[in-house]
């Protein structure tokens, strides 16, 4: 089970920190990744991240502003959203699973955070 948590309102240019905590006790055997969804739009890959933490990859949209880490110790992985702009509003999901960008390569997912980015 996946847990997210961190969303909220802020106005562009604001940081936000999103976090999802896992129950397995296997959590560092899985990649993680963050999606996204907006209002009518597909979800989307945001960033990943190897069972190690070793390899990241993000999506272009959110390089140099998204930096993904994990604690494994913690079961926990966090999204660090900086400069954000009104187009990132979305719910955003964890994933667990193996490393990609596409949403089958993930077997279990998170229930969702919403954040909201006013201009």
């Known amino acids: 089970q996946l847990q997210a948590s961190g969303g909220g309102s802020v106005q562009a240019g604001g940081s936000l920190r999103l976090s999802c905590a896992a129950s397995?006790?296997?959590?560092?055997?899985?990649?993680m990744a963050w999606f996204r969804q907006g209002i009518g739009k597909e979800r989307e890959f945001v960033a990943a991240i190897s069972w190690s933490g070793s390899s990241t990859y993000y999506a272009d949209f959110v390089k140099g502003r998204f930096t993904i880490s994990r604690d494994n110790a913690e079961n926990t992985v966090y999204l660090q959203m900086n400069s954000l702009k009104p187009e990132d509003t979305a719910v955003y999901y964890c994933?667990?699973?193996?490393?990609?960008?596409?949403?089958?390569?993930?077997?279990?997912w998170g229930q969702g955070t919403q954040v909201t980015v006013s201009s």
């Open positions: 397995k006790r296997t959590f560092s055997d899985y990649a």
């Open positions: 994933a667990a699973g193996t490393f990609g960008i596409a949403k089958s390569e993930y077997d279990y």
